[in-house]
């Protein structure tokens, strides 16, 4: 499965994520100007979407493209379906 | 192919994109209220978000579930993946 | 008001949108390839983002910096957030 | 300052966004299903909209809607187009 497949490499972009937001609370904690914080959200924002990718490109791959069972296929594409979706509201 | 399939849905589509378009265009043209641009600019993005799920949806299921050829497969995913990149920037 | 004073520049941007949706009905009137149509799907979604990032930033220096009026600002900056709020689900 | 004034309820929302990363985190290092990754990163990235949502608001009705001096507004507002622009690309 490609999550294991890529594992070290989307743990890797997951603890980014976590170092973030550890500097996020950071700033809040200590009252810093809101200009940092609204730019460290968007920079979350960003590397979720990155991670969002990744994961979606591996799922294409492993599930859709390499998946010789039709009936696993489908399964997948509902799951990648609902994903999409909520990016397209 | 899907986009020959679902024609007449996807083109009813287009058409109520394109009448909200103009409706745009009259509204600027008529120097009407800036919070009616904005709010018809938000229903047109609506429209063509609910357009490209549509379309990814077909696509999904044609060349991804219901395709048997691999290479082909790939190909379509390719291009899918393109899109969806676009939307997680 | 920005969107009158922005009203030739608003109305370039329209109309291309309204090509671009022209070119898309013309894509799927003549059964091309979905590719093609996804595409210009996304590059009309690209275009509509530009034309509401414009008109926002028409709205933020026009309805609250330039406005002295705090009540009036009030109003201004509500309609703005329900905008901001429909890309932030 | 809004993000000072707000501080509670916007680290108990950062808070959470750590929590579901850590949850993340999970997931991965025990190979679980990759559905469930993909719609934690889905969930995280709601989180992450919301606070935006919520600073961004603080920041239109502090900087933008209550503040009297111009030059200040033109500023702020400057910061805040460039996170909106973020979500128009």
Known sequence: ??????????????????????????????????????????AIRGAVNGLMAAVIEGHLVDHLVE????DKRQQEAAVMLQVIKSYLK
Chains 1, 2, 3, 4 share one sequence.
């Open 67 to 70: 998946e010789s069972d039709g």
């Open 1 to 42: 499965m490609h999550t294991i497949k890529d594992k070290a490499k989307l743990l890797t972009r997951v603890r980014r994520i976590q170092g973030q937001a550890g500097a996020l609370e950071k700033l809040l904690a200590e009252d810093q100007d809101c200009t940092a914080v609204l730019q460290q959200i968007a």
